[in-house]
């Protein structure tokens, strides 16, 4: 799969780095490049057509809303995350009403920010498998932000680890077909009654529906599928 390409605008050229270091370390996503003013931030997004922005809000010239209108305004086919030092409701504000995918408020922590990005990963999957939707579709993709976050360790019931729950997530997100529990406990490495587990909790999160398909030998077996 293709990489995300990712334009960092941020006038800091330490945190600028450490962003791009964090991009770096996680799957799916590449620097495409780093603007450290506004100016060079509206050249780079013409020039480059990025994915996403990491948007700052304050520079010496301008204010970061300045980029989202002007995304807004020519149509760019570019997703945006704030990422500020400013806790001012009225920013916060204006920057969902310019259609930001997050919010991050500095200084930021590589858990926060790899979290925003796997909701943006799985966002970008869904929206790209639909021509046309129908309500349910609507529902689980405008619902992806809660439902990924309650992935996190602190929310997770006893019984249920994150790094096999990411796991398992990661594998449906990469296939599109159905798979039983003992298909995804192979997979995983874990046992098909653990397997079945993590999948009923997928299922109760909205991550994933089940149905009843029969087998060879007649005996019907539950499958799993990504919605």
Same mark, same amino acid.
């Given at each position: 799969m293709e990489?995300? @390409?990712?334009?960092?605008?941020? &006038?800091?050229?330490k945190i600028s780095k450490i962003h791009k270091l964090f991009v770096e370390k996680t799957e799916g996503f590449e620097v495409s490049g780093i603007a450290n003013s506004i100016s060079d931030a509206l050249y780079m997004l013409d020039a480059l057509v990025p994915d996403l922005i990491l948007l700052d809000i304050y520079f010496p010239e301008k204010n970061g809303l300045d980029v989202i209108k002007t995304i807004r305004e020519n149509n760019y086919e570019t997703d945006i995350i704030i990422i500020t030092a400013s806790n001012d409701i009225k920013i916060l504000k204006e920057s969902i009403k310019g259609g930001i995918f997050d919010y991050i408020i500095k200084p930021v922590i590589y858990d926060r920010f790899k979290k925003s990005f796997e909701k943006y990963k799985l966002y970008k999957q869904q929206i790209s498998k639909k021509d046309k939707v129908q309500q349910s579709d609507v529902d689980n993709i405008l619902n992806l932000n809660a439902k990924i976050s309650d992935y996190s360790e &602190?929310?997770?019931?006893?019984?249920?680890? @994150?790094?096999?729950? &990411? @796991?398992?997530?990661?594998?449906?997100? +990469?296939?599109? +077909?159905?798979?039983?529990?003992?298909?995804?406990? @192979?997979?995983?490495?874990?046992? $098909?009654?653990?397997? $079945?587990?993590?999948? +009923?909790y997928l299922v109760s999160s909205g991550f994933l529906f089940s149905d009843q398909y029969y087998g060879t030998v007649g005996r019907p077996e539950r499958t799993y599928f990504k919605k």
């Open positions: 990489n995300y @390409k990712i334009l960092i605008v941020e &006038d800091d050229t &602190d929310n997770l019931p006893k019984g249920i680890d @994150k790094i096999t729950l &990411d @796991k398992i997530v990661t594998f449906f997100n +990469e296939n599109d +077909e159905g798979f039983t529990a003992e298909n995804v406990g @192979k997979m995983v490495g874990v046992s $098909r009654s653990t397997a $079945r587990r993590y999948l +009923e």
